[in-house]
């Protein structure tokens, strides 16, 4: 069974940083490309970052580029996000997702079809 | 970036409905389209993929049509389980935006 798990979301004041992990399992980890999206709470989903299967191809939205790095440790099957300079609008569930096809990066590429259930950042002082 | 705007943002229906929720790109993207549904508290599932390719296990009352700049989710008969918020998600730039999303309240 393909599970995602994330964690390290909590608390945290304005202008520091936060560490975000996500577990995956049931499946060849190291053959896909893998994503954090977001979501405030009782707001819409929004794509914050994308990292290739060999981490070749990384993409930030704009909305955090500069300020969040996405990484990967496939032997640990694991995804992170360093998340600093932290803002009260990036306070949100962030989950982690997993592509449908391996081997696909960048664009031209097809949806997510396993998320974990999120984990909840709060950016407030 | 490529905008994704839905429509509508909200709508009431009956159980046995047909629904359409439609989204439209800010620029081409082929048939590189995903819909996924929410419920609450829960994260998003898989639908429809590259526009219209049912994603395994999704009842067959659901499908998608459109290409370039216009697409369409349709549930052919609404069922309780049905009731949630829609998401369309445009997967043809890396920069993999979505709509802002439909709920679907009961009538």
């Known amino acids: 069974e393909v599970q995602m798990v994330e964690s390290g979301g909590g608390l945290v004041q304005p202008g520091r940083s936060l560490r975000l992990s996500c577990a995956g399992s049931?499946?060849?980890?190291?053959?896909?490309?893998m994503h954090w999206v977001r979501q405030a709470p009782g707001k819409g989903l929004e794509w914050v970052s994308g990292?290739?299967?060999?981490?070749?191809?990384?993409d930030y939205a704009d909305s955090v580029k500069g300020r969040f790095t996405v990484s990967r440790d496939n032997a640990k099957n694991s995804l992170y996000l360093q998340m600093s300079s932290l803002r009260p609008e990036d306070t949100a569930f962030y989950h982690c997702?997993?592509?449908?096809?391996?081997?696909?990066?960048?664009?031209?590429?097809?949806?997510?079809?396993?998320w974990g259930k999120g984990t909840l950042v709060t950016v407030s002082s | 970036d490529i905008q994704m705007t839905q429509s509508p943002s909200s709508v009431s229906a009956s159980v046995g409905d047909r629904l359409t929720i439609n989204c439209r790109a800010s620029?081409?993207?082929?048939?590189?389209v995903s819909w996924y549904q929410q419920k609450p508290g829960k994260a998003p599932s898989l639908l429809i993929y590259?526009?219209?390719y049912l994603q395994r296990g999704v009842p067959s009352r659901f499908s998608g049509s459109g290409s370039g700049t216009d697409f369409t989710l349709t549930i052919s008969s609404l069922q309780p389980e049905d009731f949630a918020t829609y998401y369309c998600?445009?997967?043809?730039?890396?920069?993999?935006?979505f709509g802002q999303g439909t709920k679907v309240e009961i009538k």
């Open positions: 998600q445009q997967t043809y730039s890396a920069l993999r935006t």
């Open positions: 997702a997993k592509d449908v096809s391996p081997f696909c990066s960048g664009g031209s590429c097809y949806g997510s079809d396993y």
């Open positions: 990292i290739s299967w060999n981490s070749g191809r990384i």
């Open positions: 590259y526009a219209s």
């Open positions: 620029e081409t993207i082929y048939n590189y």
């Open positions: 049931g499946f060849t980890f190291g053959d896909y490309t």
